[in-house]
């Protein structure tokens, strides 16, 4: 069961009682820490089925779900799921494709996304991992303000890869993002209304 056993539903003979702040009152009978439960107006849960013996802690459990239904409610609503984007390079990539691609893997980055770089090798390019491995690790040394390698250079059959993860997590990739289309929104208000008010100007002066 998910739900922590309460009050009469703890069935052994003593606790270790913890009191409303935190504070350690120490092993008990049962029934004493049901009494002191009852006089408190509180509930008896217990917080450590598996200790010797059992740790249980006096609280409002209605209370204490409801406020753990908020945080978790507000927890998803926070959390954006992380994808794993792929680019692909070829060993012998020209530098104008090489820096297209590589500002993919920054605005996926920016984006808190994760990115799988893979660089595909072509008949004898098999041969020489090492030419993969040492583009690949240019290409994380470039990007380190944006990302972070979680995972080396690794080879899979004619591929070898490496993951980079985020600086920042989605959530706060995209608040940030919000928030410079508002600070752009509002400079291009600004400029306009800037506009306006010298025509208006330039106007009344030729009048």
């Known amino acids: 069961m998910n739900e922590p056993r309460i009050n009469d539903r703890i069935r052994v003979p003593e606790v270790r009682l913890v009191g409303p702040q935190g ?17 408190a107006e509180l509930d008896l849960v217990e917080v450590a089925p598996n200790s010797r013996p059992p740790v249980v802690k006096l609280m409002d459990y209605g209370k204490f779900k409801y406020e753990a239904a908020v945080k978790a409610r507000e927890a998803r609503r926070n959390q954006a799921n992380t994808e794993i984007k792929e680019m692909r390079f070829r060993l012998k990539i020209d530098e104008h494709d090489y820096e297209t691609k590589k500002g993919h893997v920054i605005r996926f980055l920016k984006g808190g996304d994760k990115v799988k770089v893979t660089i595909m090798f072509r008949g004898r390019e098999q041969s020489r991992p090492e030419m993969g491995r040492r583009l690949l690790m240019k290409l994380a040394d470039e990007l380190q303000e944006y990302g972070v390698v979680e995972n080396h250079p690794s080879q899979e059959g004619r591929n070898m890869s490496l993951v980079l993860g985020p600086l920042k997590k989605k959530a706060e990739a995209k608040e940030e993002q919000r928030q410079a289309r508002e600070e752009a929104k509002a400079a291009a208000v600004a400029e306009r209304d800037q506009r306006a008010a010298a025509k208006a100007a330039k106007k009344s002066s030729d009048d």
């Open 23 to 39: 504070e350690q009152v120490g092993i008990v009978r049962i029934e004493d820490a049901l009494r002191l439960a009852q006089e």
